[in-house]
Protein backbone atom coordinates (compact mmCIF):
# COMPACT_ATOMS: atom_id res chain seq x y z
CA UNK A 1 0.00 0.00 0.00
CA UNK A 2 0.78 3.38 -0.38
CA UNK A 3 1.54 5.77 2.59
CA UNK A 4 -1.11 8.31 0.61
CA UNK A 5 -3.49 5.35 1.38
CA UNK A 6 -2.10 5.11 4.45
CA UNK A 7 -2.72 8.37 6.36
CA UNK A 8 -7.08 7.76 5.51
CA UNK A 9 -6.83 4.52 7.76
CA UNK A 10 -6.07 6.51 11.24
CA UNK A 11 -9.25 6.72 12.28
CA UNK A 12 -8.33 8.76 15.41
CA UNK A 13 -7.19 12.35 13.40
CA UNK A 14 -9.11 15.28 15.05
CA UNK A 15 -11.10 17.71 13.26
CA UNK A 16 -8.63 19.99 14.31
CA UNK A 17 -5.56 18.23 12.51
CA UNK A 18 -8.04 17.32 9.27
CA UNK A 19 -8.36 21.45 8.93
CA UNK A 20 -5.02 22.06 9.56
CA UNK A 21 -3.99 19.55 6.55
CA UNK A 22 -6.17 20.88 3.88
CA UNK A 23 -5.43 24.33 4.89
CA UNK A 24 -1.48 23.10 4.12
CA UNK A 25 -2.86 21.86 1.13
CA UNK A 26 -4.48 25.11 -0.10
CA UNK A 27 -2.13 27.07 0.57
CA UNK A 28 0.63 25.07 -1.47
CA UNK A 29 -1.53 24.72 -4.27
CA UNK A 30 -2.15 28.67 -3.91
CA UNK A 31 1.88 29.40 -3.42
CA UNK A 32 1.93 27.49 -6.82
CA UNK A 33 -0.50 29.54 -8.98
CA UNK A 34 1.00 32.57 -6.93
CA UNK A 35 4.40 31.44 -8.17
CA UNK A 36 2.79 30.37 -11.88
CA UNK A 37 1.49 34.25 -12.75
CA UNK A 38 4.73 36.17 -10.81
CA UNK A 39 6.89 34.33 -13.10
CA UNK A 40 4.55 35.30 -16.47
CA UNK A 41 4.45 38.49 -15.10
CA UNK A 42 8.82 38.55 -14.99
CA UNK A 43 8.93 37.31 -18.12
CA UNK A 44 6.47 39.97 -19.61
CA UNK A 45 8.82 42.68 -17.54
CA UNK A 46 11.76 41.31 -19.23
CA UNK A 47 10.18 41.21 -22.94
CA UNK A 48 9.67 45.09 -22.52
CA UNK A 49 12.94 45.89 -21.02
CA UNK A 50 14.21 44.41 -24.56
CA UNK A 51 11.69 46.53 -26.59
CA UNK A 52 12.76 49.75 -24.44
CA UNK A 53 16.45 48.41 -25.42
CA UNK A 54 17.43 48.45 -21.60
CA UNK A 55 18.32 45.30 -21.85
CA UNK A 56 20.51 42.75 -24.17
CA UNK A 57 18.75 39.76 -26.28
CA UNK A 58 21.54 37.69 -24.57
CA UNK A 59 20.71 38.46 -20.99
CA UNK A 60 16.60 38.72 -22.26
CA UNK A 61 17.24 34.70 -22.98
CA UNK A 62 18.90 33.71 -19.92
CA UNK A 63 16.20 35.49 -17.50
CA UNK A 64 13.25 33.84 -19.93
CA UNK A 65 14.71 30.30 -19.70
CA UNK A 66 15.45 30.62 -15.62
CA UNK A 67 12.00 32.21 -15.55
CA UNK A 68 9.77 28.76 -17.64
CA UNK A 69 12.06 26.81 -15.66
CA UNK A 70 10.30 28.47 -12.55
CA UNK A 71 6.99 27.84 -14.37
CA UNK A 72 7.55 24.50 -15.04
CA UNK A 73 8.53 23.44 -11.51
CA UNK A 74 5.91 25.40 -10.24
CA UNK A 75 2.81 23.68 -12.04
CA UNK A 76 4.61 20.57 -11.41
CA UNK A 77 4.43 21.22 -7.64
CA UNK A 78 0.92 22.67 -8.28
CA UNK A 79 -0.47 19.32 -9.34
CA UNK A 80 1.04 16.65 -7.55
CA UNK A 81 -0.34 18.36 -4.35
CA UNK A 82 -3.91 18.90 -6.01
CA UNK A 83 -3.57 15.33 -7.56
CA UNK A 84 -2.85 14.24 -3.91
CA UNK A 85 -5.89 16.12 -2.68
CA UNK A 86 -8.31 14.75 -5.51
CA UNK A 87 -6.97 11.39 -5.09
CA UNK A 88 -7.85 11.58 -1.14
CA UNK A 89 -11.15 13.40 -2.04
CA UNK A 90 -12.34 11.09 -4.38
CA UNK A 91 -10.95 7.74 -2.63
CA UNK A 92 -12.77 8.75 0.89
CA UNK A 93 -15.81 9.61 -1.34
CA UNK A 94 -15.38 5.94 -2.98
CA UNK A 95 -14.46 4.00 -0.25
CA UNK A 96 -17.90 5.74 1.95
CA UNK A 97 -20.02 4.72 -1.24
CA UNK A 98 -19.25 1.18 -1.01
CA UNK A 99 -17.48 0.69 -4.27
CA UNK A 100 -14.04 0.04 -3.44
CA UNK A 101 -15.73 -2.38 -1.01
CA UNK A 102 -17.47 -4.25 -4.10
CA UNK A 103 -14.65 -4.22 -6.30
CA UNK A 104 -12.05 -5.61 -3.56
CA UNK A 105 -15.02 -8.45 -2.50
CA UNK A 106 -14.98 -9.38 -5.95
CA UNK A 107 -19.11 -9.03 -5.91
Known sequence: MSAGYEWRKIRHVTTEWAILIWLAIGAGIAG??????????????VAYRVMEK???????????ALLSLAIIAAL???AVIA????????????????AINTLNNGS
Open 83 to 98: GYAIFAVFGQLLESGG
Open 32 to 45: GVFLVARSAVQIGS
Open 76 to 78: AVT
Open 54 to 64: ELSREAATRQT
